[in-house]
């Protein structure tokens, strides 16, 4: 039979060690001591994030919705307002309001609040919510007493004016700010002042009373308003000191046609809402609108709704802009003249590809981008959308960084007729496109085209006709092939490095004879 294993004595002796060791340990402890404690776990601390902070419901009735971020589910809102309608669905407050048809804006203040565990563990967000009333208000900002303001309303009016200090003024008949002077208001104390205008008034505009004193008074306009507006044209030019405007949340520009000069010389107006022009698809110029203004940059999407409108000359020249959005003008079907559009944007750097995209009927593009001393370059395409293009005299005169052309620039604008003073002055260009000018065939103007392009050393364009070069200064030979130039003296004045610089002086002076200032 198999045996049964015995342990050795010093084995032995560790096991009964071990058991002596285990029997002591229970023998020194007390029965009544408690397990230890674990160390407390704080809770965490409760969050809160709004998507939104400020909501804009429309005069005419709406909803808006808010995303309500948190770390627990206990949370909740108080509204103390009769006219706002707050509902929690999921993690969203919905706000909804009926038509203010009071004179007065509706504002409230909605807390937002999340209880996590644990004592004193809150955390609370705050919704600030505007329904506008008609009334079109616009803030001054007085900075001594007894100061004199004029109101910007122009045309048949029927409205009263609230000047802001408690005294109103009613307003019947017409009023052109030439013949018929707008109605000006003497205030006692200095101090920031809401003007309201409510009733009917087509449009705001600055007239003959206005001086550089009264128009830099101006700091703001706090909503637009439902007063019949027809037009907008001066409506805020030569406000200096104005630094917002609002949405056009209500439909006030629905009817308007004209926004030409509007913001003209807004020196500190920095910025501007997307939805500036959402109503306005019945514009038809924007000419000059932020001429001269502070625009640093421009909302994406900001004429998407301009359908009808035709010019958009000079709406951002002279704005201190470093780029531009890509396909700005995209559903601008209906624009025909974009002249000077850039001109003087000291710190444009480039153009997007697109941003004539969807504008077929345009034809002009005079100065567009004359006076961008930052600008390096040009897309290829540019152009592209536009074959009825026909006017691009001074385009990127005194482009003064502008190291290249693309050779397809003017590939599919076979209707150019005018290419005076294009690239005058682009000091940093050092060769032409031969083919630069292939597909433009009707041109009439060459005039100081590349006057002052000091550093050119290439051969000046030329389309190859049957195996032979036929420069610009040639084309007059080919009248089967070219509407001969009627203009074109100082076409490539002090280009003296130009391959056939000499050939031309002795041939083709005027073309190449040198401009003295």
Not at 364 to 375: D, E, N
């Amino acid at each position: 039979p198999r045996s049964t294993p015995i342990k050795s004595s010093a084995a032995s002796d560790v096991y009964k060690r071990q058991l002596l060791g285990i029997a002591a340990l229970f023998a020194c402890s007390d029965d009544n001591t408690e397990p230890p404690v674990p160390a407390p776990v704080e809770p965490d601390k409760a969050t809160i994030e709004l998507d939104v902070t400020n909501v804009q419901l429309p005069r005419s009735g709406g909803s808006a919705e808010v995303t309500v971020t948190a770390n627990y589910d206990d949370w909740d809102f108080k509204n103390t307002e009769s006219w706002l309608s707050v509902q929690k669905s999921g993690n969203k407050l919905i706000f909804s309001a009926n038509e203010n048809t009071t004179s007065e804006r509706n504002t409230a203040t909605v807390a937002v609040t999340v209880l996590g565990e644990g004592e004193e563990n809150t955390a609370s967000a705050t919704i600030n919510v505007v329904q506008n009333d008609a009334s079109l208000i616009i803030e001054i900002k007085l900075d001594r007493d007894g100061l004199t303001m004029v109101a910007p309303v122009l045309g048949m009016l029927e409205c009263t004016i609230d000047w802001g200090d408690g005294k109103t003024e009613p307003l019947t008949g017409n009023i052109d700010g030439v013949f018929s002077f707008q109605p000006t208001h003497f205030y006692e104390k200095s101090g920031t002042y809401q003007i309201r205008i409510y009733g009917f008034m087509p449009r705001i505009g600055i007239g003959s009373p206005f001086t550089d004193v009264e128009l830099a008074y101006i700091t703001s306009v706090i909503q637009w308003g439902n007063t019949g507006l027809t037009s907008m044209q001066n409506a805020l030019k030569g406000c200096v000191n104005l630094t917002s405007i609002p949405s056009d949340t209500d439909g006030s520009f629905t009817n308007v046609t004209t926004f030409s000069n509007a913001f003209y010389g807004c020196t500190s107006l920095r910025e501007i809402p997307a939805d500036l022009f959402v109503n306005c698809d019945k514009v038809e110029t924007f000419s000059f609108c932020f001429d001269d203004a502070g625009l640093e940059s421009i909302p994406a999407g900001l004429f998407d709704n301009c359908i009808a409108t035709e010019t958009f000359a000079s709406v951002f020249s002279g704005c201190p802009l470093i780029s531009i959005p890509d396909e700005l003008f995209v559903k601008c079907v209906s624009a025909k003249t974009f002249s000077s559009v850039f001109f003087g944007c000291q710190f444009l750097q480039s153009i997007p590809e697109n941003l004539f995209k969807g504008c077929e009927k345009a034809e002009a593009f005079t100065y567009a981008f004359r006076q961008c001393p930052s600008l390096t370059e040009i897309p290829e395409g540019l152009f592209s959308p536009c074959p009825l293009a026909k006017d691009f005299a001074g385009l990127f005169t005194m482009c003064y960084s502008l190291a290249s052309i693309p050779e397809g620039l003017f590939a599919n604008n076979p209707k150019a007729e005018n290419f005076n003073y294009s690239f005058t002055e682009c000091t940093s260009l050092t060769e032409i496109p031969a083919g630069l000018f292939d597909s433009n065939r009707a041109v009439k103007s060459f005039q100081a085209t590349f006057r002052n392009c000091i550093r050119l050393s290439s051969e000046t364009p030329y389309t190859t006709i049957e195996g032979k070069k036929v420069h610009l200064y040639e084309r007059s030979k080919y009248p089967g092939q070219f509407i001969a130039p009627s203009t074109y003296e100082y076409c490539f004045s002090n280009c003296t490095e130009l391959m056939d610089y000499e050939y031309m002086q002795q041939n083709y002076p005027d073309w190449s004879k040198p401009y003295l200032r």
